[in-house]
């Protein structure tokens, strides 16, 4: 069994920040990639940003330059720090983690950007 737990979502005014967290726990032997994705009302779900178990980063060109991705692998916990939020970015963000050859998601947590 593999818990996946996000926290960190909330309402933050354009221009604001905020840090979302997610851990995994449970029976885990290799995490390869972790990342995000989100989801905004009557929109497909796109990856937001990811990270290999080497550390390398890919990003949607539209947080490029706003939001940055980490992990610490002693914890099993990735994170997304997103700077300079705009009302676009507001959707329902969901993490994800890859453990052998299984994608392991969380429940999402809500992010919306408004004034």
């Known amino acids: 069994q593999v818990q996946v737990v996000e926290s960190g979502g909330g309402l933050v005014q354009p221009g604001g920040s905020l840090r979302l967290s997610c851990a995994a726990s449970g029976s885990i032997f290799n995490i390869y990639t972790m990342g995000w994705y989100r989801q905004a009302p009557g929109k497909q779900r796109e990856l937001v940003a990811r990270i290999t178990s080497g550390s390398g980063t890919t990003y949607a060109d539209s947080v490029k330059g706003r939001f940055t991705i980490s992990r610490d692998n002693a914890k099993n916990t990735v994170y997304l720090q997103m700077n300079n939020l705009k009302p676009e970015d507001t959707a329902v963000y969901y993490c994800?983690?890859?453990?052998?050859?299984?994608?392991?998601w969380g429940q999402g947590t809500q992010v919306t950007v408004s004034s």
């Open positions: 994800y983690t890859d453990i052998t050859a299984i994608r392991y």
